[in-house]
T-cell receptor, first 117, second 113 residues
Framework: SAVISQKPSRDICQRGTSLTIQCQVDSQVTMMFWYRQQPGQSLTLIATANQGSEATYESGFVIDKFPISRPNLTFSTLTVSNMSPEDSSIYLC??????????????FGEGSRLTVL | DAKTTQPTSMDCAEGRAANLPCNHSTISGNEYVYWYRQIHSQGPQYIIHGLKNNETNEMASLIITEDRKSSTLILPHATLRDTAVYYCIVRPMNSGGYQKVTFGTGTKLQVIP
């Protein structure tokens, strides 16, 4: 299994500001995924972050709002830009536990709970 | 990813088996069934996955029907710590390409003392 650490675990932010969430994995992984979980809702994939290439964003999410960095195989950041109260959510980092055929279970960090006032 | 249908919520008495159903009638031949759970305020946790055979691990058993259109996750002796939202997901076999996973709304399991 992969151990994933996220920082911050929670934060309260002011409208209009930006916050960067860090995700550190204890092993090298090709793909990392960022999810959002709005209050009382399921998880929604924001983007897939591959090392050495631009992140791939899902419909409804854009790079200007959620810029992602992936400088190496164990680390990624997600920035939530120009925040509004609607961005209040838990943001989760995820990786595939093993890579190759017949694999694919995801491992998640504990999440970063953002509250925007 | 194929879509799945799960009951919104279920109750189970502590110590009894919890049987969580999932319908995935549009599943393709190369798609696995995965189960995750999310305990309140934590990140989702992988439980088990299978292709067509029944699977068992230290956490649960997965029963997949012969036509693969539905499955059941079984927690043999539910405890209060099993109270969580359980997600059933289908996704293609890892071909080395894109591995997007889509979460549905899941089943909220409440284990009752």
């Amino acid at each position: 299994s992969a151990v994933i650490s996220q920082k911050p675990s929670r934060d309260i932010c002011q409208r209009g500001t930006s916050l960067t969430i860090q995700c550190q994995v204890d092993s090298q992984v090709t793909m990392m995924f960022w999810y959002r979980q709005q209050p009382g809702q399921s998880l929604t994939l924001i983007a897939t972050a591959n090392q050495g290439s631009e992140a791939t964003y899902e419909s409804g999410f854009v790079i200007d709002k959620f810029p992602i960095s992936r400088p190496n195989l164990t680390f990624s950041t997600l920035t939530v830009s120009n925040m509004s109260p609607e961005d209040s959510s838990i943001y989760l980092c995820s990786v595939v536990g093993r890579e190759g055929p017949d694999t694919g279970e995801l491992f998640f960090g504990e999440g970063s709970r953002l509250t925007v006032l | 990813d194929a879509k799945t249908t799960q009951p919104t919520s279920m109750d189970c008495a502590e110590g009894r088996a919890a049987n969580l159903p999932c319908n995935h009638s549009t599943i393709s031949g190369n798609e696995y069934v995965y189960w995750y759970r999310q305990i309140h305020s934590q990140g989702p946790q992988y439980i088990i996955h299978g292709l067509k055979n029944n699977e068992t691990n230290e956490m649960a058993s997965l029963i997949i029907t012969e036509d693969r259109k539905s499955s059941t996750l079984i927690l043999p002796h539910a405890t209060l710590r099993d109270t969580a939202v359980y997600y059933c997901i289908v996704r293609p076999m890892n071909s080395g390409g894109y591995q997007k996973v889509t979460f549905g709304t899941g089943t909220k399991l409440q284990v009752i003392p």
